[in-house]
């Protein structure tokens, strides 16, 4: 399938060299564009692509369209596609933007699938969500989840569930770096270096990560295999209790995903 990219910033460049590093899409297929045409060109020569003209020609060339536009930017784009084509696949990455408001602005028989990846999908470690227009089919679904799997884990679900998949999965890479730094400098006021520190906090996260993955273990199971009675890390999770940490990040979620709610409305 040929894949055209409009938007060749580090998401829509992470997600195709991925996929091509995976062998789910052949470089010599992809077409790029970007209104900066450094970025293009850039893509371009990383992994064989060519470079459009125009975002017409682009889309007449390819089979299926990622767009990777700013959500502001994004029905205003696809608003000046010309019309005058056979039926295209259309990905959108935009946070918000609902699938209806992108079926309305493109051709009526155009299919169109919703996805949210985060930006660890540019180390291959990336946790996505996708949800299918009314005209896309499962092979369409395929094709992207071969895409979103190329660079990490891909989910299928409800548009509905796309805004709080936003909010966790989307944002929270952020939320996770302010945990790292946190522990890192906690490292630091009771002694250690602050390099040192920050490798043990980053691993440490990793590590638990993992835990949760491969183990099919509940979280708060494994949290308890830790915490001895009287203990170094009962009285460490005491302190988290009493600074309201759990529902800090609770709120942060919900907080996310009610921003993405406004981006689309």
């Known amino acids: 399938m040929n894949l ?17 590093k995976e062998n789910a899409i052949d ?20 992994i064989g692509a ?15 369209i990622l767009l990777c536009v700013k959500p502001q930017d994004m029905i205003s784009l696809t608003d000046s596609f010309n019309k005058e084509r056979s039926s295209k696949l259309f990905i959108s990455i935009a946070a918000g933007i609902k ?8 051709n009526n028989d155009d299919r169109v699938i919703r996805v949210m990846p985060n930006t660890p999908a540019m180390i291959g470690q990336g946790a996505s969500a996708q949800s299918k227009g009314k005209n896309a089919t ?13 660079v990490g884990i891909s989910l ?11 909010g966790l999965s989307g944002s929270g890479p952020a939320y996770i770096y302010t945990v790292i730094e946190a522990l890192a400098d906690g490292g630091v006021l009771v002694g250690l270096p602050k390099e040192k520190a920050l490798t043990l906090a980053a691993k440490t996260v990793i590590g638990a990560a993992e835990m949760v993955m491969k183990s099919d273990e ?3 199971k494994l949290r308890d295999q830790v915490a001895s009675p009287g203990g170094t890390t009962i009285a460490g999770l005491a302190a988290l209790e009493s600074g309201k940490l759990r529902s800090t990040l609770i709120e942060a979620v919900k907080a996310a995903t009610k921003r993405s709610e406004e981006l689309g409305s």
Not at 27 to 46: F, H, R, T, W, Y
Not at 51 to 63: M, Q, W
Not at 138 to 150: C, R, T
């Open 50 to 64: 060519t470079v459009a003209k125009t975002n017409d020609d682009l889309i007449k060339n390819s089979d299926a």
């Open 27 to 46: 470089g010599q297929k992809v077409m790029v564009i970007d209104l900066v045409p450094e970025l293009a060109q850039k893509l371009s020569n990383d």
């Open 156 to 166: 299928e679900v409800p548009e509905k569930q796309l805004d709080a998949v936003t």
């Open 4 to 20: 055209g990219i409009i938007g060749c910033g580090k998401m829509g460049s992470a997600l195709v060299k991925g996929a091509i």
């Open 138 to 150: 499962e092979s369409d679904a395929e094709f992207v989840s071969k895409i979103l799997n190329a």
């Open 218 to 220: 509940h979280p708060a």
């Open 99 to 106: 699938i209806d408001d992108l079926e309305k602005s493109l």
